[in-house]
């Protein structure tokens, strides 16, 4: 994660920001998804930032690996 990180200065900003993508990428891992996906997704031009946390389509991904790992209670 820190070869990821180590872009930023250690400025107040920098070490916000770092801080900011340490935490996505704790949540993206915790959707199940690794970091084998997350580096197939830079492969797409796509980053991290491209994903709003929080928002639905995240919410429904969340969902998506919570509800695999738990039994459905139908």
Do not use: V
């Not at 429904?60 to 695999?68: E, F, G, I, K, N």
Request: hydrophobic share 40%.
């Amino acid at each position: 994660m820190w070869h990821i990180l180590g872009s930023y200065p250690f400025s107040q900003a920098g070490l916000h920001k770092r801080y900011e993508q340490a935490k996505q990428l704790l949540l993206w891992e915790s959707a199940g998804w690794t970091r084998k996906d997350l580096k197939n997704l830079a492969k797409r031009d796509l980053q991290l930032s491209d994903f709003c946390i929080g928002s639905q389509a995240f919410n429904l991904l969340w969902q998506d690996a919570y509800a695999t790992q738990k039994p459905s209670s139908h």
